[in-house]
């Protein structure tokens, strides 16, 4: 479980959170194994986690129905649908195990926890997210009044 906090403390989505809920919201996580060739998660599924690339390389490919196109494959150290951590979304893309792969499973009733047990994390996940963004006023506040929901 060191492992997946280290990795995490050093992805800016998650670096503003306490060592203490980096190694909590670790232990809560989900570790797969995926073969070389296997499907992780289908493009257009409800996405309800995320997952951090331990070992390997993924595959993500956007499937047109008639052309499959490769659009990156990513290595050890990503996150995978991290968005999908606080908000009901889809999968833009279909993952698959480019080589042999290992992932952990971040959950978003995990994920919740984590920002309910650090508020000043969860400021500064907020402050990451809107930094990313060109976003309106009105969009500004909205998003900050959904992760303030989400704290309580």
Not at 65 to 83: E, N, P
Not at 88 to 108: D, F, P, W
Request: net charge neutral; hydrophobic share 45%.
């Amino acid at each position: 479980m060191e492992k997946i906090a280290s990795q995490l403390q050093h992805h800016a989505f998650f670096s503003p959170l306490s060592g203490r809920v980096l190694n909590s919201l670790a232990r809560e996580c989900e570790v797969l194994r995926v073969s070389k060739g296997a499907r992780l998660y289908t493009q257009n599924a409800p996405a309800d986690c995320a997952f951090l690339v331990l070992n390997g390389s993924v595959d993500l490919v956007e499937e047109t129905g008639r052309i499959d196109a490769l659009t990156h494959f990513v290595g050890t150290g990503v996150v995978l649908s991290h968005l999908a951590l606080l908000t009901q979304t889809t999968r833009l893309t279909s993952a698959y195990a480019r080589t042999n792969l290992e992932v952990a499973k971040i959950t978003r009733a995990s994920f919740t926890r984590a920002l309910k047990d650090d508020p000043a994390g969860a400021r500064g996940v907020q402050a990451h997210l809107v930094s990313l963004l060109e976003i309106s006023e009105q969009e500004r506040r909205q998003m900050i009044a959904d992760l303030e929901r989400m704290v309580g």
